[in-house]
């Protein structure tokens, strides 16, 4: 029983090196657009129950709205799929870039959040001053030092006391 086991095991791993590359195809997407498509796919597969009634109402699918926003056919992405899934450090670092751009939407939106959270607070201490209610400005001090000329003054709080 464990020959058998053995033998069955050395044949399926010298099955598996005979993988061939996949042939480049004609029209490969690029990198860069792979991105794109695999980020709007991570996007659409991770909001497909808030909007995929609109897509559906609309006559899309989320896969058809992928493929109508890139110009591209379920063949010819397929088919890039392959070929650069094929080289697994190509297609690392493919996913890589899709991570790295997921994370950045996350911060900007975590900071969108942020500031209209703040924008809120502070149209709604706005709202909550009562008409009313109005600054008032700051009384002045009269400045006990100032030099006051007692025969030129009009004003009777710059007069002198007179004296006892």
């Given amino acids: 029983m464990k020959k058998i086991l053995g033998v069955v095991m050395v044949i399926a ?49 989320s896969e058809s709205y992928i493929f109508k926003r890139h110009n591209i056919d379920s063949v010819q992405f397929a088919l890039s799929n392959e070929y650069y899934s094929y080289d697994l450090n190509t297609y690392l670092e493919i996913y890589q870039k899709v991570e790295d751009s997921l994370k950045k939407l996350k911060t900007y939106y975590e900071e969108k959040k942020q500031d209209e ?42 007069q002198p006391l007179e004296a006892f």
Avoid at 47 to 54: H, I, M
């Fill in 13 to 61: 791993l010298l099955s598996c090196n005979n993988v061939k590359k996949p042939k480049k195809p004609d029209n490969l997407i690029s990198k860069k657009d792979m991105v794109n498509i695999l980020l709007d796919i991570s996007l659409l597969k991770s909001s497909e129950g808030v909007s995929k009634a609109k897509l559906e109402n609309n006559g899309y699918t």
């Fill in 117 to 158: 959270i703040q924008d809120k607070k502070r149209k709604d201490s706005i709202k909550k001053l009562r008409p009313n209610d109005k600054i008032q400005p700051e009384k002045k001090q009269r400045d006990s030092m100032k030099l006051i000329d007692p025969v030129n003054s009009s004003n009777p709080e710059e």
